[in-house]
């Protein structure tokens, strides 16, 4: 076996140039696979550990507000803490888009966003001065102001203060009373919190008397299942009205279809890799089938001495095999790089895919073995006495 090996390498080694253009494809092809299926796992590493660290416990619920339904009361989703085991935290909220901006400059979209007391603490924003809306402040128009807001004002020269109004809808006045610090927007909550203004339930109702209550986030209590927690939400809240349209999500279940999509998009990327890999192999049966007839009267001495067709099919296959293994660990390598680098552009945590090492071995011998067969073979069948009068 050493010796069948040696013999392939100094064979490949005969023609340089060649042989180097034939690895160059399958360099190309293993690389261009590895990579995407590596940055497929990093990605979808990422976007897990961002869900993760948004909180595991986090619920979100959904209805409608319309002729049938009216929406959620803060009563409701206030007392699910008491009457939903497995509920921690609950709070209600409206929403609604609007444009803010101080006078002289050009709006920005936002959301006006009606909740709660509880809801700062529901979708884990803190405070960055000031205080939240109370109970006790009826139906003042008192606003917390996102950190994208805010900025705004800056920009303009005049910082908003405690006490400042902003221009709210139909020509009301909404008083800043809280700042919120900036933060990640977390894809279970449908609010870019960086540009929200959050006011009181009664509040909200006095400027946007069409829109109800529509959202709610929930919080399960430590070791309760969220999905359970999640189901039976959806039971209480339609309890005496089937009808009524009520939706429950928990972040696990967004994890795990993230995670059934990312393999999805993984499998995909790899495909399309794939394709330059198949071309690399074509490479490699051309060069195959070159030799093969550049070799002629050596298979047939070979086979005139008393070589086996087996020996001849068994000498051109490992040169297959050692041209496309040699491009394989090279385009691994490269391909692990080339996610190192994309990993590292993006600012996310590095790994190797624990497939990427046995999958570039693995489609590198397939191709060996796949494109090196046919030469192999027709090597094989070479009649000796032709072959021995081959020039």
């Given at each position: 076996?050493?010796?069948?090996?040696?013999?392939?390498?100094?064979?490949?080694?005969?023609?340089?140039?060649?042989?180097?253009?034939?690895?160059?494809?399958?360099?190309?092809?293993?690389?261009?696979?590895?990579?995407?299926v590596n940055i497929g796992a990093i990605v979808r590493q990422e976007a897990l550990r961002q869900f993760e660290?948004?909180?595991?416990?986090?619920?979100?619920?959904?209805?409608?507000?319309?002729?049938?339904?009216?929406?959620?009361?803060?009563?409701?989703?206030?007392?699910?803490?008491?009457?939903?085991?497995?509920?921690?935290?609950?709070?209600?909220?409206?929403?609604?888009?609007?444009?803010?901006?101080?006078?002289?400059?050009?709006?920005?979209?936002?959301?006006?966003?009606?909740?709660?007391?509880?809801?700062?603490?529901?979708?884990?924003?803190?405070?960055?001065?000031?205080?939240?809306?109370?109970?006790?402040?009826?139906?003042?128009?008192?606003?917390?102001?996102?950190?994208?807001?805010?900025?705004?004002?800056?920009?303009?020269?005049?910082?908003?203060?405690?006490?400042?109004?902003?221009?709210g809808p139909d020509g009301s006045m909404l008083m800043a009373i809280g700042f919120l610090q900036r933060t990640?927007?977390?894809?279970?909550?449908?609010?870019?919190?960086?540009?929200?203004?959050?006011?009181?339930?009664?509040?909200?109702?006095?400027?946007?008397?069409?829109?109800?209550?529509?959202?709610?986030?929930?919080?399960?209590?430590?070791?309760?299942?969220?999905?359970?927690?999640?189901?039976?939400?959806?039971?209480?809240?339609?309890?005496?009205?089937?009808?009524?349209?009520?939706?429950?999500?928990?972040?696990?279940?967004?994890?795990?279809?993230?995670?059934?999509?990312?393999?999805?998009?993984?499998?995909?990327?790899?495909?399309?890799?794939?394709?330059?890999?198949?071309?690399?192999?074509?490479?490699?049966?051309?060069?195959?089938?070159?030799?093969v007839t550049e070799r002629r009267r050596e298979i047939g001495i070979r086979m005139a001495i008393g070589a086996?067709?087996?020996?001849?099919?068994?000498?051109?296959?490992?040169?297959?095999?050692?041209?496309?293994?040699?491009?394989?660990?090279?385009?691994?390598?490269?391909?692990?790089?080339?996610?190192?680098?994309?990993?590292?552009?993006?600012?996310?945590?590095?790994?190797?895919?624990?497939?990427?090492?046995?999958?570039?071995?693995?489609?590198?011998?397939?191709?060996?073995?796949?494109?090196?067969?046919?030469?192999?073979?027709?090597?094989?069948?070479?009649?000796?006495?032709?072959?021995?009068?081959?020039?």
């Amino acid at each position: 076996m050493i010796r069948l090996l040696a013999e392939a390498f100094r064979n490949l080694a005969g023609n340089k140039q060649r042989s180097l253009l034939a690895l160059l494809g399958i360099v190309i092809g293993t690389g261009s696979v590895i990579a995407m299926v590596n940055i497929g796992a990093i990605v979808r590493q990422e976007a897990l550990r961002q869900f993760e660290a948004m909180g595991t416990d986090l619920l979100t619920l959904s209805t409608r507000s319309d002729g049938d339904n009216a929406g959620f009361t803060p009563e409701e989703i206030s007392l699910l803490p008491e009457r939903v085991p497995g509920v921690r935290l609950a709070a209600a909220y409206g929403q609604r888009s609007e444009q803010f901006g101080p006078t002289g400059q050009a709006p920005v979209y936002g959301a006006l966003v009606g909740a709660t007391p509880e809801f700062l603490e529901a979708v884990e924003v803190r405070l960055g001065g000031g205080r939240t809306p109370s109970s006790f402040d009826g139906h003042e128009l008192f606003a917390v102001v996102g950190a994208d807001l805010a900025a705004l004002w800056i920009k303009a020269g005049r910082p908003l203060e405690v006490g400042d109004t902003i221009p709210g809808p139909d020509g009301s006045m909404l008083m800043a009373i809280g700042f919120l610090q900036r933060t990640t927007i977390n894809p279970l909550v449908p609010i870019d919190m960086n540009k929200a203004l959050v006011i009181s339930v009664p509040a909200f109702r006095r400027v946007a008397p069409d829109q109800g209550l529509t959202g709610a986030i929930l919080r399960a209590a430590p070791g309760s299942d969220p999905r359970t927690v999640a189901r039976a939400v959806e039971q209480h809240l339609r309890a005496g009205q089937p009808s009524r349209i009520v939706q429950a999500r928990s972040a696990e279940q967004i994890i795990e279809q993230m995670a059934s999509q990312m393999r999805l998009y993984t499998l995909l990327l790899g495909a399309v890799g794939g394709i330059s890999l198949i071309v690399g192999g074509v490479g490699v049966m051309n060069v195959m089938l070159v030799a093969v007839t550049e070799r002629r009267r050596e298979i047939g001495i070979r086979m005139a001495i008393g070589a086996r067709r087996r020996s001849i099919v068994s000498m051109f296959l490992t040169e297959a095999l050692c041209l496309s293994l040699a491009g394989g660990a090279i385009g691994t390598a490269i391909g692990i790089g080339t996610a190192y680098a994309a990993s590292e552009l993006a600012n996310w945590a590095f790994l190797v895919s624990p497939v990427a090492i046995p999958l570039g071995a693995g489609v590198s011998a397939v191709v060996g073995v796949v494109f090196g067969y046919l030469p192999a073979r027709q090597a094989s069948r070479v009649d000796p006495i032709e072959a021995l009068r081959y020039e």
